[in-house]
């Protein structure tokens, strides 16, 4: 979750009032350790047996378990998931995830294509979906959430510049971003499927006394000039001087406008 909260529409009436009683309204000074609480909430409906364990729409593996996530429905958003893992998490900053045997919750997080597309109303094709995570100093909560959503139509259109790089290096690229040029590394990763894991990735690409906190990271599914499927991971750098703090929600689109451009609308 960034700055701008979780949860808009929801699992139906019934689950959405009752879903409801254990969300909180936040302001302000939300409490930055609000998703872990309601993480543990999922838990005890997992255990008990709930379906879907509520305030998540779907806990997977043993709560607790090192591959162990919930998914969770945003607060903000048409069709924005959350997928969170159910073992404590601070960030992308997280020693656990860049382990030789860390899971790879992103490539969990990719497989919410289905459920995003569902809640869109439509079919997504891979370039139009994605998932971000924001560095610990754009994000106001202190557990691991990946941001599931449409992205901008613009950046849409510019990741499918045929120009554009898809090379394995990574590489420097601007893009327009809350009123502000903003720089991102890029780098293409080819495949159908994640096989690799893009936070060990950042980690090695890491200059001497950067850090990890400091980064966003976005995974967005692309094709390079022979149409062969891949991604294209972009991260961004949190920057105090330009007044950038490495959120990278608003390469996303909460109201999927990119939905009316698809070929069945």
């Not at 919930?70 to 860049?98: F, N, W």
């Not at 971003?177 to 890029?186: K, S, T, V, Y």
């Amino acid at each position: 979750m960034s700055r701008r909260s979780v949860w808009r529409h929801g699992l139906g009436l019934g689950l959405l009032l009752a879903a409801l009683t254990v969300w909180p309204q936040w302001g302000h000074a939300e409490n930055p350790s609000q998703l872990w609480l309601l993480l543990q909430r999922c838990a005890v409906q997992a255990k008990a047996g709930h379906q879907p364990p509520l305030p998540c729409a779907r806990v997977s593996g043993t709560p607790g378990a090192p591959d162990s996530y919930a998914v969770l429905k945003d607060r903000d958003g048409k069709a924005q998931y959350l997928l969170l893992p159910m073992q404590r998490t601070s960030g992308l900053e997280a020693a656990s995830l860049i382990k030789p045997q860390a899971h790879n919750f992103l490539a969990d997080a990719w497989a919410l294509r289905d459920q995003v597309s569902a809640a869109a109303d439509a079919a997504l094709p891979r370039q139009a979906f994605g998932l971000v995570i924001n560095s610990a100093y754009g994000r106001s909560q202190n557990q691991l959430h990946i941001h599931a959503d449409c992205m901008q139509p613009w950046l849409v259109r510019r990741l499918a510049d045929p120009a554009l790089s898809r090379g394995e290096d990574w590489q420097s690229i601007d893009l327009p971003l809350d009123g502000a040029i903003r720089h991102f590394q890029l780098r293409w990763l080819p495949g159908e499927q994640l096989s690799v894991n893009p936070f060990r990735l950042l980690a090695e690409h890491l200059s001497a006394g950067d850090d990890m906190a400091s980064h966003s990271l976005v995974l967005i599914g692309g094709y390079d000039p022979r149409h062969r499927p891949g991604f294209f991971l972009l991260s961004g750098h949190h920057d105090a001087a330009t007044g950038d703090s490495a959120n990278a929600d608003r390469l996303q689109d909460l109201a999927c406008h990119i939905v009316a451009s698809l070929p069945s609308h």
